[in-house]
């Protein structure tokens, strides 16, 4: 079935350095990947959609890739800030369902 | 103000007695949906539907029921609760009419749902 795997661990930087998600899919091939943000006990809120054939797609401090031979995206962060603790979700849309990462929790320390 | 819409944001049940959380969106969207979230799981999709009337099973439908009778509302209900229900719900909206980055979804604020 198809599949969209997060690192489960927290990840732990200092502020002003750069944060970097990982979001692999298995058993499909997604036309595009979205991005969301999600503050505790909060919806999630969408930051960035990339398309399969945009390889790289800016907003920002926020870049994404979309690498269809790993099969994987990468989500960055660049000069973070404590203010961008959260949770980052990875999610595909295919036809009209959507698939959504488990999530990974971001914490920035100043 | 475009928003989603959920009531009630908390609700602590019992076993079987039937309850509904509302949904409702002001944007006109043609798409909604309801997720639940649980630790470790992510968000897992129960039902989804693509206009008035148009609704299909998500990941886990298994004891809910959904209605879209007008644009704006869609209902969850809960027709027999069970406490494996108990969860934060969260319900979405989008739009397909358009394109790139307008297909995001739209979220409500959540309902955290205790079913003893």
């Known amino acids: 079935s198809q599949k969209i795997e997060q690192n489960s661990e927290a990840l732990n930087i200092q502020e002003g350095k750069t944060a970097t998600l990982t979001c692999n899919y298995t058993?499909?091939?997604?036309?595009?990947l979205q991005w969301y943000r999600q503050d505790p006990g909060r919806g999630p809120v969408f930051l960035l959609l990339?398309?399969?054939?945009?390889k790289e797609k800016r907003k920002e401090r926020l870049k994404v890739t979309f690498d269809t031979t790993l099969k994987q995206s990468l989500f960055h962060i660049t000069a973070s800030q404590p203010a961008d603790s959260a949770t980052y979700l990875c999610?595909?849309?295919?036809?009209?369902?959507?698939?959504f990462g488990a999530g990974t929790r971001l914490f920035v320390k100043a | 103000e475009a928003q989603v819409t959920q009531n009630p944001r908390y609700l602590i049940t019992v076993t079987g007695k039937k309850l509904t959380v509302t949904c409702s969106q002001n944007?006109?969207?043609?798409?909604m949906s309801w997720y639940r979230q649980d630790p470790g799981l992510g968000l897992r999709q129960i039902y989804y539907?693509?206009?008035?009337?148009?609704?299909d099973k998500g990941d886990v439908p298994e004891g809910y029921k959904v209605s879209r009778k007008e644009k704006r509302n869609f209902p969850l209900i809960l027709e027999s609760p069970s406490p494996n229900q108990t969860s934060l719900y969260f319900c979405?909206?989008?739009?397909?009419?358009?394109?790139?980055?307008?297909?995001?979804?739209?979220f409500g604020p959540g309902t955290r749902l205790l079913v003893l």
């Open positions: 979405a909206s989008s739009s397909y009419r358009l394109a790139g980055d307008q297909k995001t979804q739209y």
């Open positions: 058993n499909y091939s997604p036309a595009y």
């Open positions: 990339i398309r399969k054939n945009e």
């Open positions: 999610a595909y849309t295919g036809g009209f369902k959507t698939i």
């Open positions: 944007m006109n969207h043609e798409y």
């Open positions: 539907s693509m206009n008035v009337e148009v609704t």
